[in-house]
């Protein structure tokens, strides 16, 4: 980027896939996992958790590889990274995209040691995903995060109706509703109905 103040990339690759991770397959019954790349920091002043620069190569390498081999194994078909709108407003978009709604145990989450929860959930990690499952498939996803040093929890679970919620010690919240507004406007057409 030319005109930034700072050096800057943005970098495309095409290539083909046997099989794709989608915001849009993920199913009620599913369970959702949360699998973040903990051996990092905070880039300050920034709400970003760096866990790439100094990561060898190799192995970079081989924690981006489960991802698609998550896929072409058949192990799930939805998932999104967790983005700017973190862990919880991840899973909005990920909701919204699949028709479904999301509940989200937030002591469930991994975390690094010695960071708040509330500033977690805003964080942007830079390996971090929401995975939706069926459960039997849980256990094997789980371990191919684990056999990598990657943290990974089941977090929630996807339910039918269209609302985003967080639990804590029993309390339980809404945190987005499709029924009364949308947020991205990429709802799938069971969706189709909700106000914008």
């Known amino acids: 980027n030319v005109r930034s103040n700072q050096s800057q990339l943005a970098v495309a690759i095409l290539g083909r896939a046997r099989r794709l991770l989608t915001s849009f397959d993920a199913r009620p019954g599913d369970r959702l996992i949360a699998a973040i790349d903990l051996r990092g920091r905070y880039r300050a002043p920034f709400a970003n958790w760096e866990a790439a620069t100094d990561a060898p190569t190799a192995r970079l390498r081989g924690d981006l590889e489960i991802l698609p081999d998550i896929a072409e194994a058949g192990l799930a078909k939805a998932a999104k990274d967790i983005s700017q709108g973190g862990i919880v407003g991840t899973a909005v978009m990920l909701a919204e995209c699949s028709g479904v709604g999301i509940t989200i145990d937030l002591a469930a989450i991994p975390k690094p040691g010695g960071v708040e929860l509330e500033r977690w959930l805003q964080t942007f990690p830079s390996f971090g995903h929401l995975i939706a499952a069926p459960p039997a498939h849980v256990p094997d996803i789980l371990a191919r995060f684990r056999c990598r040093d990657i943290a990974a929890a089941v977090i929630g679970d996807v339910v039918e109706r269209p609302v985003v919620s ?11 509703d499709f029924a009364q507004r949308a947020l991205l406007g990429c709802s799938r057409p069971a969706m189709a109905g909700a106000s914008g």
């Open 166 to 176: 967080i639990t804590d010690g029993g309390a339980s919240e809404v945190i987005w």
